[in-house]
C-alpha cells in the first residue's frame, strides 16, 4: 500500500512538468491585431466611465453627503448645460442631451443617463457610487456600475467597476470587471491620468485577463499614450503591449508574444492599422 501511493506520487509531478514544458503557441498577425482592438475597446469603455466620473468630483470634502451632492449638481449644470439633473438627498440623476447646450467634458461628447450618489464623504474616507445607462462618447456605448473610493493624502482614485459596452461603429461587445487605482499626470488632470491595477473582460473572440502597469491615458484616447499592459488572450497566451505617442491622433502599439513582436497604430477615433 505504501509502495503504490509512492509510486503515484512520483508521477504527478512529472505529469505537471510536462504541462508546464509545454510550448505557447505562436500568435498570429491576425490574432494580435485581435488583442490590440479587444484592449482598446475595452480601454476606450473604461476611459468613457473614467470621463464621467471626473464630472463628478468637484465638492468640498468632509461636508454633508447631501450638501457634496449638490456641489456635484451646480458643477454638472455649469461644465455640460446639455444635462438634466434631479438631485434627490445624496443622489443625482443625470440625462446627457436632454437640453440644449454642450454636452463636451475633457474632450469627449458624451450622452446617455448617470446615476451619481454620495455615500459617505468624510475627510479621511469619501465612497461616490456611480451607474451608467447607455453612457457614449460616440465610440463605444457602456452600461454598468462602479464604486469610487478617495484617498486624499494620497491623491488617489481607487475604482471598481462592472461594465457591458457597445462599439458603435460595428456592434463588437464586451462585458468586464476592472480594479484600478487613479492618479494625476504630471500636467494635472486637465491633462490626463496615470493606471495601475487590473481588467477582465469576455468579448466575441473569448476571455481576456489584463494587468495595468503604469500607463497613461489621455481622456480623449482609446488606448494609453505610455505604460504597458501584460495580457492572457482566451488561447492562455502571455502578451505583452507597450505604448508610444507617435502624433496628437496615433499611437503605437508593439504586442509582443513569445519570440514575435508586432506594431500597430491606433487612432483618436479607435481605428488600428498595422504600422
Same mark, same amino acid.
Given at each position: 500500500?505504501?509502495?503504490?501511493?509512492?509510486?503515484i506520487a512520483l508521477?504527478?509531478p512529472?505529469?505537471?512538468?510536462?504541462t508546464?514544458?509545454?510550448?505557447q503557441?505562436e500568435?498570429t498577425t491576425?490574432?494580435a491585431?485581435q488583442?490590440?482592438?479587444?484592449a482598446s475597446i475595452?480601454g476606450?469603455?473604461?476611459?468613457?466611465?473614467?470621463?464621467?466620473?471626473e464630472?463628478s468630483?468637484?465638492?468640498?470634502i468632509?461636508?454633508?453627503?447631501?450638501?457634496?451632492?449638490?456641489e456635484?449638481?451646480?458643477?454638472?449644470?455649469?461644465?455640460?448645460?446639455?444635462?438634466?439633473?434631479?438631485?434627490? *438627498?445624496?443622489?443625482?440623476?443625470?440625462e446627457y442631451?436632454k437640453?440644449?447646450?454642450?454636452?463636451?467634458?475633457k474632450?469627449?461628447t458624451?450622452?446617455?443617463?448617470?446615476?451619481?450618489?454620495?455615500?459617505?464623504?468624510d475627510?479621511?474616507?469619501?465612497v461616490?457610487?456611480?451607474?451608467?445607462t447607455?453612457l457614449?462618447?460616440?465610440?463605444?456605448e457602456?452600461?454598468?456600475t462602479a464604486?469610487? $473610493?478617495w484617498?486624499?493624502?494620497d491623491?488617489t482614485?481607487?475604482?471598481?467597476?462592472?461594465l457591458?459596452?457597445?462599439?458603435?461603429?460595428?456592434?463588437k461587445? *464586451?462585458?468586464g $470587471?476592472?480594479d484600478?487605482?487613479m492618479?494625476?499626470?504630471?500636467g494635472g488632470l486637465?491633462?490626463?491620468f496615470?493606471?495601475?491595477?487590473?481588467?477582465?473582460?469576455?468579448g466575441?473572440?473569448g476571455t481576456?485577463?489584463?494587468?495595468?502597469?503604469?500607463?497613461?491615458?489621455?481622456?480623449?484616447?482609446?488606448?494609453?499614450?505610455a505604460?504597458?499592459?501584460?495580457?492572457?488572450?482566451?488561447?492562455?497566451?502571455?502578451?505583452?503591449m507597450?505604448?508610444e505617442?507617435?502624433?496628437?491622433?496615433t499611437?503605437?502599439?508593439?504586442?509582443?508574444?513569445?519570440?514575435k513582436?508586432?506594431?500597430?497604430?491606433v487612432?483618436k477615433?479607435?481605428?488600428?492599422?498595422?504600422?
Amino acid at each position: 500500500m505504501h509502495t503504490r501511493t509512492f509510486a503515484i506520487a512520483l508521477l504527478i509531478p512529472a505529469a505537471l512538468a510536462t504541462t508546464s514544458c509545454r510550448k505557447q503557441e505562436e500568435m498570429t498577425t491576425a490574432e494580435a491585431l485581435q488583442a490590440v482592438q479587444e484592449a482598446s475597446i475595452s480601454g476606450d469603455a473604461e476611459n468613457v466611465i473614467s470621463g464621467s466620473i471626473e464630472i463628478s468630483t468637484d465638492f468640498t470634502i468632509g461636508q454633508a453627503a447631501e450638501a457634496a451632492a449638490q456641489e456635484i449638481r451646480d458643477f454638472v449644470t455649469s461644465e455640460l448645460p446639455c444635462a438634466a439633473v434631479t438631485l434627490t *438627498g445624496a443622489t443625482l440623476e443625470v440625462e446627457y442631451g436632454k437640453n440644449p447646450g454642450s454636452c463636451t467634458y475633457k474632450g469627449n461628447t458624451y450622452s446617455g443617463t448617470h446615476a451619481i450618489t454620495v455615500t459617505k464623504n468624510d475627510m479621511s474616507d469619501v465612497v461616490v457610487n456611480h451607474t451608467w445607462t447607455k453612457l457614449s462618447n460616440g465610440r463605444v456605448e457602456v452600461s454598468g456600475t462602479a464604486e469610487v $473610493t478617495w484617498s486624499a493624502a494620497d491623491e488617489t482614485r481607487h475604482v471598481v467597476h462592472e461594465l457591458e459596452w457597445t462599439r458603435i461603429e460595428d456592434g463588437k461587445t *464586451g462585458k468586464g $470587471t476592472g480594479d484600478r487605482t487613479m492618479r494625476a499626470l504630471e500636467g494635472g488632470l486637465v491633462e490626463g491620468f496615470r493606471v495601475d491595477g487590473s481588467r477582465a473582460w469576455t468579448g466575441q473572440g473569448g476571455t481576456w485577463d489584463l494587468s495595468i502597469e503604469g500607463v497613461e491615458f489621455r481622456w480623449v484616447d482609446p488606448v494609453p499614450q505610455a505604460g504597458t499592459y501584460r495580457l492572457a488572450d482566451p488561447k492562455e497566451r502571455s502578451i505583452a503591449m507597450s505604448f508610444e505617442r507617435v502624433d496628437e491622433d496615433t499611437i503605437k502599439v508593439t504586442v509582443t508574444s513569445g519570440a514575435k513582436s508586432f506594431s500597430f497604430d491606433v487612432s483618436k477615433a479607435g481605428a488600428v492599422s498595422e504600422s
